[in-house]
């Protein structure tokens, strides 16, 4: 019969053993990644909206927009359309939460929140 070149059945199990040990500690890394990014992405967009606020508010002699689909349907502020958030949410008035959620405020200014975002993380100050 000769010599047989291969690997054996006990060689094969443990290779896949490793392989499974290996994805176990990597899959979930990846989904803690992936909403991470989601998280930033969305912390991002609550910038961009605060940036184009206070440039509208420039541009029309320190009056702040009245509604935030003032200024994001504006192609002069969003020439790519408004921000959507990675998770799926919305952006909203803050003053006027939905369910159980508090309004949001610093003083007298309303704050825009992302109804997926931690509220701390996901505001805008609308004036």
């Known amino acids: 019969m000769g010599n047989r070149k291969g690997f ?3 060689e094969l199990l443990i290779v896949v053993l490793i392989l499974g040990a290996l994805a176990a500690i990597a899959i979930p890394r990846i989904t803690a990644s992936a909403y991470n ?3 930033n992405t969305c912390a991002t967009n609550i910038d961009i ?3 184009q606020i206070e440039v509208y508010a ?5 009056v702040y927009p009245a509604t935030l689909a003032a200024i994001t349907g504006d192609n002069n502020y969003f020439p790519d359309g408004a921000p959507t958030c990675p998770q799926a949410g919305t952006y909203t008035d803050g003053c006027r939460p939905q369910g159980d959620m508090q309004p949001q405020r610093i003083g007298n200014r309303c704050l825009w929140i992302c109804s997926k975002a931690s509220t701390k993380a996901a505001t805008v100050q609308l004036w």
């Open 37 to 39: 990014a989601k998280t």
């Open 58 to 62: 420039a541009d029309n002699d320190g």
């Open 8 to 10: 054996t059945l006990v």
């Open 49 to 51: 909206m605060n940036s």
